[in-house]
C-alpha cells in the first residue's frame, strides 16, 4: 500500500512538473514576442529645442477711474485724468497714432445697509482705459517704470504693465522644430547604439505646443505657454518621433 501511495505521489509530482515546465515556456514564449513586437515598432524620442528672443512688440494697457458723489464729477475727473495720462505718453516719445482710447462708461453704486440694499446711489464710478500699442519696447518699459510721477500729481491711474510680444514667432516655429528633430535623432542613435542597433528612418512625428517663457523660467503648459512680462524670452519647442530600428 505504501508503495503504491509512493508511486501516486511521485506520477503526481511528475505530471505537476511537467505542468510548471509547460506553462513557463509558453510564458516566455509570449514575452519574447512581446519584445520583439515593441522592437519591431521602433523607437519613440522626445526631441527639443529653444532660441533666445527678444520682445519687439508692446502693449501697454492704463485704466483711469474716479468715484465720486455725482456722475458729472466722476465723469470730469476721468476725463482730466486720460488728458493727464496722454500728455505723459506724448511727452514720453509716445505718438499719438500709437495710443488707443476704450469707452467712457460711468455706473451708480447702490448704497448698503446691514447687507442689504438701500436702493439709493451712493456714489458713481467713471472709467476709460488708455492703450499704447507700439514697437518701441524700450519706451514703453520706461515710462512704465516711472510712471509714479503721474500718481504723484494726483492722476487717477491703474498701471496693468506693459505685456510684451514676439511678432516673429511664426517664422521661427520651422527653424525650432527643425533643430528639435535633430535633437531627437541624436537621443536616438545614442540609445540604440547602446543595444547594438542603428537607427533607421523616421516612422511619426508630432510637435508639441511651443513654450515662450522668460529666461531660465521652468512654467510650461500642456496647451503651450505665453509669459508677456518680460522683454528677454526664451522659446522652446518639442517634438516626438518615432524612428525604425535596424539591427
Known amino acids: 500500500m505504501n508503495g503504491e501511495n509512493s508511486r501516486e505521489k511521485s506520477i503526481s509530482l511528475i505530471i505537476a512538473a511537467a505542468i510548471v515546465a509547460l506553462a513557463m515556456g509558453l510564458g516566455l514564449s509570449q514575452v519574447g514576442r512581446g519584445?520583439?513586437?515593441?522592437s519591431s515598432e521602433g523607437i519613440t524620442v522626445t526631441g527639443s529645442a529653444r532660441v533666445d528672443a527678444v520682445a519687439d512688440k508692446v502693449v501697454w494697457q492704463l485704466n483711469a477711474e474716479f468715484v465720486s458723489p455725482t456722475q458729472s464729477?466722476?465723469?470730469?475727473?476721468?476725463?482730466?485724468?486720460?488728458?493727464?495720462?496722454?500728455?505723459?505718453?506724448?511727452?514720453?516719445?509716445?505718438?499719438?497714432?500709437?495710443?488707443?482710447?476704450?469707452?467712457?462708461?460711468?455706473?451708480?453704486?447702490?448704497?448698503?445697509?446691514?447687507?442689504?440694499?438701500?436702493g439709493r446711489i451712493a456714489s458713481y464710478r467713471a472709467s476709460r482705459t488708455v492703450t499704447v500699442r507700439t514697437d518701441d519696447v524700450a519706451k514703453v518699459k520706461e515710462l512704465s517704470t516711472n510712471i509714479g510721477s503721474l500718481l504723484e500729481a494726483g492722476v487717477s491711474v491703474s498701471n496693468y504693465g506693459p505685456q510684451y510680444y514676439v511678432s516673429k514667432l511664426n517664422e521661427l516655429r520651422p527653424q525650432l522644430l527643425e533643430q528639435a528633430v535633430k535633437d531627437a535623432q541624436v537621443r536616438a542613435e545614442a540609445i540604440v547604439a547602446a543595444t547594438g542597433g542603428k537607427v533607421g528612418n523616421i516612422m511619426s512625428v508630432r510637435s508639441g505646443p511651443f513654450q515662450v517663457t522668460s529666461p531660465d523660467s521652468v512654467d510650461t503648459s500642456a496647451g503651450g505657454f505665453y509669459d508677456t512680462s518680460t522683454i528677454d524670452k526664451t522659446?522652446?519647442?518639442?517634438?516626438?518621433?518615432i524612428f525604425k530600428v535596424k539591427s
Open 73 to 118: 464729477l466722476a465723469v470730469a475727473r476721468v476725463t482730466s485724468s486720460v488728458e493727464a495720462i496722454v500728455k505723459y505718453l506724448v511727452d514720453g516719445g509716445i505718438p499719438n497714432s500709437a495710443i488707443e482710447f476704450g469707452s467712457l462708461s460711468a455706473y451708480g453704486q447702490e448704497e448698503w445697509m446691514n447687507g442689504s440694499s438701500t
Open 235 to 241: 522659446i522652446t519647442s518639442t517634438v516626438t518621433v
Open 35 to 38: 519584445f520583439a513586437s515593441r
